[in-house]
């Protein structure tokens, strides 16, 4: 049987054998960036990837950006151009939101632990409160008050289903991500009594899935869940947030997502919403699927040696500037993401190779036993699918290196 192989990763031109992105060498880039290790993201891409979801997706859908896969301000701020809404898990990605410029009623703030001193800069800038407990309602409530300021509210909903074959799953079970659904009838009551403004609903259940199925039957197990709940409702709503989950391919053996068959059912879902909540619109919630593809991390290889038969390509960049792509961000079994040395991505030479970092640590693996050109001191190994959840979500610090730059061309 043959190995699986990685989808193609075409969205990136090669000329004379170099990557390019935004029509420029990585060579070029290399030098603007002071050199390797470095993270490069490409707006150009990002623009087209939003413009194949306008043309894909059904009109009159809202399309938000989580800014946590990518919170780069001059990346939020491209974004901020090309979305109707902003997602913002903490008072820092708020800031970094309502910098862009964005309506902040249009940016909305979710997450399981918000602190009184965030929900008060939130509630202050008008942002909407995605409220994930009957606690964090009160605390709301009281802060509003104190403020003289009335805080939109949606409520995020804990599910009873969960997204199938999800990378990760925030919604189903017991979870600490919103109020399970059996309880928001209940927590819809008390909410009329106080001084909120109720917008609707946060159903939020998982990430980085690849299965069109998957994605269509939470969708449709969402909104019919959204249905019940808003015969509770204080008052008709207006934002119903049913999540998102498209993912991109990361590992062997795994394609991207196809559009289409998940458009033709929101289409008739949401002919079907308009009919039943006329006031309320649907919104789906991305972040990697929007970014992920537009970036990638980019280390220098300084050494290289043979040990007891096996090659090993030593770069100065890794398990700290890059934890998913090391395998240590969620993974069970260590898989490889796409990799391959940027200035000679066909090579002359290929041979199989282990790509580590500089890090004293056996976790410090880029590309384990992975087919390409044979790298010397001074080539480029570029990791494709890096623009989402690579510089933000790494171990910067670790072992003191310098942390890589980051640019946007
Ligand atoms: C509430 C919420 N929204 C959006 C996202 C973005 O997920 P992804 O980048 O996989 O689209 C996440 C991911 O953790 C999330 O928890």
Redesign the pocket.
């Known amino acids: 049987m043959k190995s699986p192989k990685h989808a193609p990763m075409n969205q990136f031109p090669v000329i004379e054998d170099c990557l390019q992105v935004g029509s420029r060498a990585i060579t070029d880039i290399a030098m603007e960036a002071g050199g390797a290790p470095f993270y490069v993201y490409d707006r150009q891409l990002m623009t087209k990837r939003m413009a194949e979801m306008r043309s894909s997706l059904p009109n009159g859908l809202i399309i938000k950006y989580?800014i946590?896969?990518n919170p780069m301000p001059a990346v939020v701020q491209h974004m901020s151009t090309l979305v109707d809404g902003l997602?913002v898990?903490s008072a820092g990605e708020l800031r970094v939101a309502l910098d862009s410029g964005f309506d902040p009623i249009n940016i909305s703030f979710?997450g399981p632990g918000k602190m009184d001193w965030e929900l008060k800069q939130a509630i202050a800038a008008g942002a909407t409160l995605?409220l994930e407990s009957e606690n964090e309602m009160e605390r709301a409530a009281l802060i509003g008050d104190q403020l003289g300021v009335q805080p939109h509210v949606a409520v995020r909903v804990n599910p009873e289903f969960e997204l199938k074959s999800s990378g990760?799953k925030?919604g189903g079970g017991p979870k600490a991500?919103g109020v399970d659904s059996e309880r928001v009838p209940a927590m819809l009551q008390r909410l009329g009594e106080l001084n909120l403004d109720f917008r609707g609903f946060?159903i939020?259940c998982g990430?980085?899935n690849l299965s069109e199925e998957s994605i269509i039957d939470a969708q449709n197990k969402t909104i019919d869940l959204g249905y019940r709940l808003a015969e509770h409702a204080p008052q008709p709503i207006t934002t119903f947030n049913i999540?998102?989950?498209?993912?991109i391919p990361l590992f062997p053996g795994e394609n991207r997502l196809e559009l289409e068959p998940i458009a033709e059912n929101l289409e008739i879902r949401m002919r079907e919403t308009a009919d039943r909540l006329p006031t309320a619109k649907i919104a789906i919630?991305?972040?990697?699927?929007?970014v992920?593809e537009a970036g990638l991390y980019v280390c220098e290889v300084v050494d290289r040696k043979i040990s007891r038969g096996e090659v090993f390509i030593i770069t100065n960049g890794g398990l700290h500037q890059h934890l998913a792509a090391s395998g240590n961000f969620g993974q069970v079994l260590r898989k490889n993401f796409p990799v391959v040395v940027a200035n000679r991505v066909v090579g002359q030479e290929r041979e199989v190779a282990n790509v580590v970092g500089p890090l004293c640590t056996p976790l410090d693996i880029l590309a384990a036993q992975m087919e390409l050109t044979a790298a010397h001191p001074g080539d480029l190994i570029a990791v494709y699918q890096s623009g989402?959840?690579g510089y933000s979500t790494s171990p910067i610090a670790f072992l003191g290196h310098p942390p890589p730059a980051q640019i946007l061309v």
């Open positions: 989580a946590k896969a997602d898990a979710a995605n990760v925030m991500f946060h939020y990430s980085q999540g998102g989950g498209f993912g919630e991305l972040g990697r699927y929007l992920g989402a959840y």
